[in-house]
C-alpha cells in the first residue's frame, strides 16, 4: 500500500517538477511521463519472466531497497548538487518501474497469508492502497514548492515505510 502513496507522490508532483522547475515544454512532459509507464510494463514482464525462480518476498524486498537507495541518492543529489533533469528522469524511470515488482509481488505475498479470502485481502491492500496514494498526493501539495525535494522526499519515506511494515509484519 505504501508502493502506491510513492507512485501517487511522483504522479501528482511529475508535472510541476518537470515542466515548471526544468522548463521542460508540453510537449515533451507526456514522452518523460510515458517513459515510466514502459519502464513499469517492462519491469511486469521480467517478474513473469522470472517469478519461479525467486520467492515474491525475495524480488519485493530488492525492488523496494533499490527504491529507497534510489530515493535517497536523489536526496543527497538535490541537497548537494542542482540536479539537472536528465539526472532525475533516468532515476525516476527506474524507481516507477520497480514498482512492476513491489505491487505484483505485494499481492501475491497478500494472498499467499490469506488464501481462503484471497480476493478480499487484495482489495483491502488496493483500497489501502489508492487511500495512501491520496494522502501523499495531498501532503504533496501542502509541502510542494516546484523544487524535486519534496515529491523524492515522500517518495522515498513512503518506500522506507512500506519496507519498514513489510520487516514488522513478516515476523
Known sequence: AFSYAAMFAFITGAAGVYME????????FPLLFGANVVVLLICNQVNIRI???????RMM?????????IGCVLLAMIGLIELQ?????PAMMLF????GFVISNGMA??????PQSAATATALVGASGFALGGLSGA???LLGD???MPMVAIMTLSVFTGILLRIILHR
Request: glycine letters at 6%; zero cysteines; a negative charge.
Open 21 to 28: 522547475h526544468f522548463d521542460a515544454s508540453a510537449s515533451i
Open 51 to 57: 517469478v519461479h525462480r525467486y520467492t515474491p518476498q
Open 61 to 69: 524486498a530488492i525492488a523496494q531497497w533499490t527504491q529507497w537507495i
Open 85 to 89: 533533469l536528465w539526472q532525475l528522469v
Open 96 to 99: 516507477i518501474g520497480l514498482q
Open 109 to 114: 505475498s497478500t494472498m499467499e497469508f490469506f
Open 139 to 141: 501532503l504533496l501539495g
Open 146 to 148: 516546484g523544487t524535486p
